[in-house]
């Protein structure tokens, strides 16, 4: 991010609670269209992140998905791997064609620049905001799809030391 890079307030999270909330916004919406939306991982998974920055991130990625998934499902799954909690964010949407796959994070600019403006979607911000907010905590996204099956979006976390604390993630 630029100068005006927003500023973190890191606290001990349940990753679960993240997941379910930001599936919770999506619902109604998969709903009316027939979509499943699942969420899983294990009760227990803590991590050391910004709440708020991470709930912008995940809920981006669920409305990436949402809006480009007409059957199916949309998935947010999360695990620890080493030090690092992954978060997948899955669908059986259109997809993402090869050729495209390297421009997803650059500001402006949209793999679906016609479609997305026929319905009303963004500036082609969103994917690079969320490289940055990952980024800035630490992580990295990774977003690996075949043209016509899905996407699946990971976006990886160092854990940190990590103590609960008592709030909420919704």
Not at 77 to 87: G, K, L, R, Y
Not at 148 to 170: D, H
């Amino acid at each position: 991010m630029d100068a005006g890079e927003p500023r973190l307030e890191m606290r001990g999270i349940n990753a679960l609670d993240v997941c379910r909330a930001c599936a919770s916004r999506i619902e109604q919406n998969a709903a009316q269209k027939g979509l499943a939306v699942i969420v899983d991982g294990d009760e227990n998974v803590c991590l050391r992140a910004d709440p708020k920055r991470l709930q912008d991130i995940l809920d981006n990625l669920m409305q990436n998905g949402l809006h480009y998934t007409t059957h199916g499902y949309i998935s947010l799954e999360v695990e620890v791997v080493n030090d690092t909690i992954v978060f997948c964010v899955s669908d059986t949407g259109r997809g993402i064609r090869n050729e495209d796959l390297g421009r997803l994070f650059n500001r402006f600019e949209s793999v679906n620049a016609q479609s997305d403006a026929q319905v009303g979607l963004g500036a082609g911000l969103g994917l690079a905001i969320v490289h940055d907010l990952v980024k800035l905590q630490g992580g990295e996204v990774v977003i690996t799809s075949v043209w016509g099956e899905g996407t699946c979006a990971r976006v990886s976390l160092p854990a940190g030391y990590c103590q609960l604390e008592n709030s909420s993630a919704a």
